[in-house]
C-alpha cells in the first residue's frame, strides 16, 4: 500500500518546518551525534545515540546470540521467562505476538507486573528444570526486575540446588551493572554486555530485542536487514510531501501538530502487529513527555465516527499487507478536517525497519518540541515516594493510612471529589483520561477497560489510555508527570486475594516485603507523585468484583448517572 500524508490545514507549517530542518541539516547532523541539535550540553544526549548504529552493529552480536541459543535448545530447555520492565522487554513482547514461537524453540513469557496473583500463577505452572531465565535491566537497579530475579532464582536454587541454579539464568543488562554482578556472583549461564549508549526505550534493535526474539526462533538477522535498509534510506536528503514518508517527514508532522494543539497521536494498526502500539506508546510518551511539552500515544481505543474526537488528534495508520480495514474511517477523518498519516508494512520481518522510522521520527519530533528526548527527568519522582512508602512499612509494618472521601459497599473513593462524574466534569477540551489499573491482567478485564474508555470517550469529548501499574510507571508515566498537566488520572486499585514474599536476596529466603506490597507502594508513590505535579487524580479502590464495577461506570457514564 502506498504511503500517505494527509496534513489538513497544517501544510504550510509543516512544509516550513522541514525547509527549516533541511536548511539547518537536522537529520545530518543526528546521524552525525550532534547533541546541539537539541540542546547546548551533551548530559544524557551524547551517551544515548548508540540506537544509531544498532542496525549495522549488532550483526557482529549474532553469532553469540545463535551460540546460546543452541546451547540453550541442545540443554533441552523448552520455556524462557524474561523478566524485565519497560524499554527491556516491550520489544520482545511485540516480537512473541506478531511471530509467535517456531517449532524447537523456546516458549516466551514475559513477566512485567509486581501484582502478586499474576506472579504466582505463571510460577505454578513451571517445570523449572526446562525453563530458561532472563534478566532484562538496562540499570540493574530496577526495583521490579531485581525483585523477580530474588523470587525466581530462590526457587530454582530450592528445587534444582546451587549447582544448578545458575545454569537457568541468563541477562542482558549494561557493564558494570548491578545485575552484571549479582550474574557473576550467581554463576549465570551466560552475559549479554549491551551497548551502554542507548535508553532502554530506543534498544529494540539491540540485545534486548533481539536476545529474547531469537530463543523463540525469529530470524533476527533479516529483522536486522530490513532496519539497515529504512537506516540507508533516512540518509537520502528531506524527501517532498510527495515521497514516502520518511522518519524526518513523519517526526516533523507529529511535533508540529503536537505544538498546534494536534498533540493526541491516535494510531490504528493491523490485528497482526496490534502490539506494536505498546512499543510506540513508551517511544513517543517518555521521549516526548517533558518540559510541558508532550505527544500523547493513544494506542488500542476501539475507533468512532470523526464526531466523537476532538480537534486534539492526528491519526496514524499502520496497516500489513493489503490490509485495508479501516480505509473508509479514515477517509471520513480527513474530510472532517482531521490530519491522518498512512503508513503500511509490506513484511512482518520490516518491523524491524518500523522500528528505526519510529526512533529517528521521535528523535525529530523532540527536536521540534524543543526538548531532550533521551531523558526522563520526572520518572525518578514515583521511584523515590515509592521507596519512602516501602521503607515506612519495614519500619512500622503497615503502608501509610489514607481515608477515603466516601466508601460504599463495593467502592471506596479517594481524592477530592466524591464521584467519577464530578472528577470527569473537571475537564476542559484539549485534557485527556488516564485509566491507571493495578490488577492482574485478564482478557476480560481488557474488554472492560476498553468499554469505559468509549464510554468516557463519546460522553466527554476526552481521549483516554489505559495502562496497567506499575508497568504504565516505566512507559507513559514520564509524560504523565512531564507534559502540560493535561490529564486527568483515575487510579484503580483492588485487595490482593494472595501475596508472595520477595526474598532479601537471590539466594536467601528471608523476606521483609511482598510483592502485594510494593505494588501497593508503588500505586502510592506515583499518586503522590503526581499530586506533587499538580495533576488531577482519582483512586477508586474496588473492595470485590472489579468486572462488576467497571461495568457499572460505563453504564453510569452513558446514562449521565453518579
Known amino acids: 500500500m502506498k504511503e500517505v500524508f494527509h496534513p489538513g490545514s497544517y501544510r504550510n507549517t509543516i512544509d516550513q518546518a522541514l525547509a527549516a530542518l533541511q536548511r539547518e541539516r537536522v537529520a545530518e547532523r543526528i546521524r552525525a551525534r550532534d547533541y546541539t541539535v537539541w540542546k547546548p550540553a551533551p548530559a544524557e544526549i551524547s551517551n544515548r545515540l548508540g540506537w544509531l548504529e544498532s542496525p549495522w552493529s549488532m550483526g557482529e552480536r549474532l553469532a553469540e546470540i545463535d551460540a546460546v541459543v543452541e546451547d540453550v535448545r541442545q540443554d533441552g530447555y523448552q520455556r524462557a521467562i524474561l523478566l524485565g520492565m519497560g524499554g527491556s522487554i516491550l520489544a520482545a513482547e511485540t516480537f512473541r505476538k506478531v511471530f509467535g514461537v517456531r517449532k524447537g524453540y523456546l516458549e516466551l513469557a514475559i513477566l512485567d507486573s509486581t501484582d502478586p496473583e499474576t506472579i504466582l500463577s505463571l510460577a505454578r505452572n513451571l517445570d523449572l528444570s526446562r525453563t530458561l531465565f532472563i534478566v532484562a535491566t538496562k540499570s540493574g537497579g530496577t526495583v521490579e526486575t531485581f525483585s523477580f530475579l530474588k523470587y525466581f532464582y530462590n526457587r530454582v536454587l530450592v528445587a534444582l540446588g546451587p549447582a544448578e541454579a545458575g545454569r537457568h539464568f541468563i541477562a542482558i543488562t549494561d557493564p558494570d551493572s548491578g545485575i552484571a554482578d549479582w550474574a557473576r556472583r550467581l554463576d549465570f549461564r551466560h552475559t549479554f554486555l549491551n551497548d551502554p549508549d542507548m535508553g532502554g526505550r530506543f534498544s529494540a534493535l539491540s540485545c534486548f530485542g533481539l536476545v529474547p526474539g531469537a530463543l523463540m526462533g525469529m530470524d533476527v538477522g533479516r529483522l536486522l536487514a530490513f532496519a539497515r535498509t529504512e537506516g540507508e534510506r533516512e540518509k537520502a536528503p528531506v524527501p517532498d510531501k510527495s515521497a514516502a514518508m520518511s522518519a524526518v517527514l513523519l517526526g516533523t508532522a507529529l511535533g508540529e501538530l503536537a505544538k498546534a494543539g494536534r498533540d493526541k497521536a491516535t494510531f490504528f494498526l493491523s490485528p497482526k502487529i496490534e502490539s506494536f502500539g505498546a512499543w510506540l506508546e513508551q517511544l513517543l510518551a517518555e521521549s516526548t513527555g ?126 477530592d471529589d466524591s464521584s467519577l462524574r464530578d472528577f470527569l466534569a473537571r475537564a476542559k477540551a484539549g485534557d485527556y483520561v488516564a485509566l491507571q489499573v493495578y490488577a492482574a491482567p485478564t482478557g476480560g478485564l481488557d474488554l472492560a477497560l476498553a468499554s469505559l474508555r468509549c464510554s468516557i470517550r463519546d460522553s466527554y469529548g476526552l481521549a483516554t489510555t489505559a495502562g496497567y501499574g506499575p508497568r504504565d510507571l516505566h512507559s507513559t508515566g514520564q509524560l504523565h508527570k512531564g507534559d502540560r498537566g493535561a490529564g486527568l488520572f483515575i487510579q484503580i486499585t483492588t485487595a490482593d486475594r494472595e501475596d508472595a514474599p520477595i526474598p532479601d536476596d537471590p539466594d536467601r529466603s528471608s523476606s521483609s516485603v511482598t510483592f502485594g506490597v510494593l505494588k501497593a507502594a508503588q500505586a502510592m508513590g506515583d499518586r503522590q507523585a503526581l499530586i506533587g505535579s499538580g495533576r488531577r487524580v482519582m483512586r477508586l479502590h474496588i473492595l470485590k468484583d472489579l468486572l462488576g464495577e467497571l461495568g457499572r461506570m460505563t453504564f453510569n457514564i452513558k446514562d449521565g448517572l453518579p
Open 290 to 415: 517533558k518540559d510541558g511539552q508532550g505527544i500523547l500515544p493513544i494506542v488500542g481505543e476501539v475507533p468512532g465516527p470523526p464526531e466523537v474526537y476532538g480537534n486534539d488528534r492526528v491519526f496514524i495508520n499502520v496497516s500489513i499487507g493489503k490490509d485495508k480495514g479501516r480505509h473508509k474511517l479514515l477517509v471520513a477523518l480527513r474530510a472532517a478536517g482531521h490530519p491522518v498519516l498512512e503508513l503500511s508494512i509490506g513484511d512482518a520481518y520490516d518491523l524491524g525497519g518500523q522500528i528505526f522510522r519510529w526512533e529517528m521520527a521521535t528523535a525529530v519530533a523532540g527536536q521540534r518540541l524543543g526538548i531532550n528526548p533521551f531523558d526522563q527527568p520526572d520518572v525518578e519522582a514515583a521511584k523515590i515516594l515509592a521507596g519512602q512508602m516501602l521503607a515506612a512499612y519495614q519500619d512500622q509494618g503497615k503502608l501509610p493510612a489514607e481515608t477515603p472521601v466516601r466508601s460504599s459497599e463495593g467502592i471506596d473513593i479517594y481524592g
